[in-house]
């Protein structure tokens, strides 16, 4: 297929359908498993495609008299744009930092969303590619964005950085169940307008009906909490004045403001969170039914000593020709009422809140995604602490809990990562940002002639750095220069230069390069 010919697929209608189809028992498991696997493959090698084909100039844009990094092509139904800072959307949170960084937290958020696969929510098709320096995003197209404005389009969250806010209470709806699951709160935002606005996501998310009458969530990327230690933001002291926090690991500030948790650490804080609810839960409930039981044995106690004193009462009077029956009391032990009264006692008591719960009465962990940004907010006080205190005891739980455990299983060997992609694949398992490699390796300095582990967080160190910088060289190779610029980089990263000394003992220029 040539390159100005366009494909009759729609791979939203595509996408959409197989997602939409039947779930209800096994065999209709497997063929919609088969379906979303087969169409998602198809649409990937296409935008793969027509992604390389954009960074070489083969596509023509849609709006060729805009600035290069702002324009956006399409081709084959798929709407590719470049990882840039377009009209300074992101002028606030990083510029073309923060537009790259967004593009792949939201993939994050698309991936998360779509594991969930919540009923009624859809999220577009997104391959990101990253090709000769450039990052190029291609999407799926919404039935109908292309007929309309886009300012028209949008009838949840913000296009313009919060200026306008819109909310919608039939998609609000939607998002109750997949917000629970990921721990979302709704919160109170305003906009440029001053009127005020609940919302579930972050203002940044936006939510389109399109023609085809379906709710579509996009850009994702601030679908996680934010991580206090990249953004740069001071720890505050929520328990005690006098307990100073000092969190063993962290990492630089980066250069965007958009650096959030991973959804695995988030879901492990949770988890963890919940283990020590019950826990207390647990001590106080054993603690209140033991107080009850000494309380009922006594009452018990009582009434077996009145029974006795009456019981002879009664001898006496027989012996004198009195008859007196007195009515026979069961002994009252601990009952279920009385577990059921103890449980309220202690939910009442604000035992979940202690915990980072967002209500009193059961277990309800969530964070505002919104809490750092400059948005305007309505939130009493008490809530605006409490976001904070969460999204802060977050960064400290993977600091001083998750990393320090990792550490520890680096150093015993207990975990021995083969290369730097396995490394990354258990710190993303662990819900550990690749942004707290340095310090982790830093950790592993102590044995590093004896550690295998040391060695490979290095390696894992230095590539992230060359890729980076391979990056920025690349971008303005011209393509029939594009082979000899790459052998030359290659040769720089992996070649040793030696200088042999003169007989002045001066260094003389280098003897060769080995690759």
């Excluded at 969303?113 to 999407?139: A, N």
């Excluded at 917000?179 to 606005?197: F, N, P, Y």
């Excluded at 305007?376 to 605006?384: F, P, R």
Aim: with cysteine.
């Amino acid at each position: 297929m040539s390159l100005g010919m366009m494909s009759s697929r729609d791979w939203n209608e595509e996408l959409q359908s197989a997602r939409e189809l039947p779930q209800t028992n096994v065999h209709e498991k497997i063929v919609r498993d088969r379906t979303i696997f087969r169409v998602t493959c198809d649409f990937v090698a296409m935008a793969i495609k027509g992604a390389q084909a954009v960074v070489d100039g083969n596509i023509p844009p849609l709006n060729a008299a805009d600035d290069k990094k702002s324009r956006m092509f399409l081709w084959n139904n798929i709407f590719f744009s470049l990882g840039f800072d377009m009209k300074e959307h992101y002028g606030a949170f990083g510029g073309d930092a923060a537009a790259y960084a967004a593009i792949a937290g939201d993939l994050k958020g698309i991936t998360l969303y779509q594991s969930l696969d919540t009923e009624g929510l859809h999220t577009l098709g997104t391959v990101i590619v990253d090709y000769r320096g450039y990052r190029v995003v291609g999407q799926s197209i919404i039935s109908g964005i292309l007929s309309r404005d886009q300012e028209q389009s949008i009838i949840y969250g913000s296009i313009d950085n919060g200026k306008t806010i819109n909310s919608n209470d039939k998609f609000g709806k939607v998002l109750e169940g997949s917000s629970k699951k990921l721990h979302l709160r709704e919160h109170s935002v305003i906009g440029g307008d001053e009127a005020e606005h609940r919302l579930v996501t972050s203002y940044d998310c936006k939510g389109i009906i399109g023609n085809d009458g379906r709710h579509y969530l996009i850009d994702l990327f601030r679908s996680f909490a934010p991580d206090v230690f990249a953004l740069g933001v001071p720890l505050e002291n929520y328990r005690s004045e006098e307990e100073q926090i000092a969190p063993m690991f962290t990492c630089p500030p980066t250069a965007h403001k958009l650096a959030t948790l991973r959804a695995e650490l988030i879901e492990a804080f949770a988890c963890y969170r919940y283990v020590l609810f019950t826990q207390n839960m647990s001590a106080k409930f054993i603690k209140a039914k033991g107080e009850r039981e000494t309380k009922l044995k006594e009452i018990e106690d009582s009434k077996e000593g009145k029974e006795e004193k009456e019981g002879k009462d009664n001898e006496s009077d027989n012996d004198s020709g009195c008859s007196v029956e007195s009515p026979v009391n069961s002994p009252k032990g601990f009952t279920e009422t009385d577990a059921k009264e103890i449980l309220e006692e202690i939910k009442s008591s604000g035992t979940a809140r202690q915990f980072g719960s967002v209500t009193d009465t059961e277990f309800d962990l969530r964070f505002n995604p919104d809490i750092y940004t400059n948005i305007g907010s309505k939130d009493h006080e008490s809530d605006k602490k409490h976001d904070k205190q969460i999204v802060q005891e977050m960064a400290v739980f993977l600091s001083d809990s998750v990393i320090v455990k990792f550490v520890y299983e680096l150093k015993t060997m207990t975990q021995r990562p083969l290369d730097a992609i396995h490394l990354s694949d258990l710190m993303h398992g662990r819900g550990i940002n690749m942004r707290y490699l340095g310090g982790i390796t830093k950790a592993l300095e102590e044995n590093q002639d004896k550690n295998h582990n040391y060695a490979v967080c290095l390696s894992g160190l230095v590539t992230r750095a060359a890729k980076t910088a391979f990056k920025k060289y690349i971008i303005d190779i011209p393509s029939q220069q594009l082979g000899s610029a790459v052998a030359h980089f290659l040769n720089c990263y992996h070649g040793t230069v030696e200088r042999q000394k003169t007989a002045s003992g001066e260094n003389s220029p280098p003897a060769g390069t080995q690759s």
